[in-house]
């Protein structure tokens, strides 16, 4: 069945018809290929095909944020690393965010859109386990790659001026040792520890949370621990004081205005807007954005496990699709915020830009910038 012709709608609604709707014997693992069949769990032998219809959508939908990622990422590196004012330790952090995205997007959306035309997992047992290490690997990465960069503002924000700051080789060091850090938890499940399989209707491959033997759900706990809830709750913390220390900041700075009797110590403040409620709104938007892409994934992975709930394989590749969507709306939250990075977007294409080039005194980083003259270095 293709996606593409109304011929093929009309023969899945005659299959449909013919085997009794749901009641029949036709799966949504009728049309995997042989050799993948050892891959594919029973739970999934209990559903029918999806409507083609679906398989359209969702090509589509994958399709549309793989071009909107590669773009967007590939825009956001070009910028950082041709532009000499953008080149500094911190922001070194930020391209590998970016670079793990584009890498992200750039390998999972071409296969999945091929899979969705034939409807179907096509591509073979070793790209399977190719494709489920990728997004893995650039998964970690970039979960990882948030949490440096988060911990990096805390280092210059919360500390100050007794931070020891980052070096170009120190953002190196942390970019290797979160590469180090996810290749291991990338191929475990190539070793035997879990393994990659093919997901919910078949168009897509990940971890093994079916599987009820303890080395596959010991796999799944760990690598909920180690790539979820450790930097999640790194991160709250880290902009738990971060908020809290832009904000005394604030406070401090209005006392000694009105000491001074004047509006202000800072020139070109908006009128009614703080420092700290801007931070407020990049840190809540950060971590909810993190939560509400990879949380549904991490739900559909425990209900596996503990076996809670009975796992569709609609509800299953639209967790999986809209964790992978976190590699779009990455390059808003941590490049084109920067002020600089909006600067030199205006310069380089003027066509893409939203509004006119910012000032600096009135974005968020600036207010960054009033806490310690460190952070002004690595803006």
């Not at 995205?101 to 035309?117: E, G, H």
């Not at 949370?209 to 991160?235: D, E, G, K």
Request: a positive charge; glycine letters at 6%; charged letters at 10%.
């Amino acid at each position: 069945m293709s996606v593409m012709g109304e011929p093929n709608f009309a023969a899945w609604s005659a299959q449909r018809i013919m085997s009794g709707a749901y009641g029949g014997n036709i799966t949504v693992v009728d049309k995997v290929p042989p050799e993948m069949l050892y891959l594919v769990d029973h739970h999934w032998y209990q559903y029918p095909p999806l409507n083609p219809l679906w398989h359209g959508i969702l090509g589509f939908v994958i399709g549309v944020l793989g071009i909107i990622s590669v773009f967007g990422n590939g825009m956001v590196i070009y910028i950082f690393t041709s532009t000499k004012a953008l080149r500094t330790p911190s922001n070194l952090l930020v391209v590998n965010l970016a670079f793990s995205d584009f890498c992200m997007m750039f390998t999972m959306s071409p296969p999945m859109v091929i899979n969705c035309y034939y409807e179907t997992w096509v591509l073979g047992p070793m790209m399977c386990e190719i494709y489920g290490m990728f997004g893995s690997l650039f998964g970690c990465t970039s979960i990882w790659t948030m949490t440096a960069i988060a911990m990096d503002r805390y280092n210059v924000i919360v500390k100050g001026l007794s931070a020891k700051p980052l070096t170009k080789k120190g953002a190196m060091f942390r970019i290797f040792l979160i590469y180090l850090f996810s290749v291991g938890w990338t191929i475990a499940p190539m070793f035997g520890w879990n393994r990659y399989v093919p997901e919910g209707n078949m168009t897509a491959c990940g971890t093994d949370y079916l599987t009820q033997n303890w080395l596959s759900v010991s796999y799944i706990y760990a690598y909920s621990f180690f790539v979820y809830f450790m930097p999640l709750f790194t991160i709250i913390y880290a902009y738990w004081f971060i908020v809290q220390a832009v904000a005394a900041h604030e406070k401090s700075m209005r006392e000694q205005a009105k000491k001074m009797n004047v509006a202000t110590l800072r020139s070109g403040d908006a009128a009614n807007t703080s420092a700290e409620c801007k931070l407020a709104k990049v840190a809540l938007m950060t971590i909810a954005l993190w939560f509400f892409a990879w949380t549904p994934y991490l739900v559909t992975n425990w209900t596996g496990v503990l076996q809670t709930a009975s796992i569709s394989p609609l509800a299953t590749i639209w967790c999986s699709l809209f964790a992978k969507a976190n590699a779009v709306y990455n390059p808003i939250v941590y490049a084109i915020s920067h002020p600089k990075y909006k600067q030199a977007l205006y310069k380089k294409f003027p066509a893409l830009s939203c509004a006119s080039a910012p000032d600096d005194a009135t974005s968020q980083a600036s207010g960054v910038t009033n806490v310690t003259g460190d952070e002004k270095s690595n803006a």
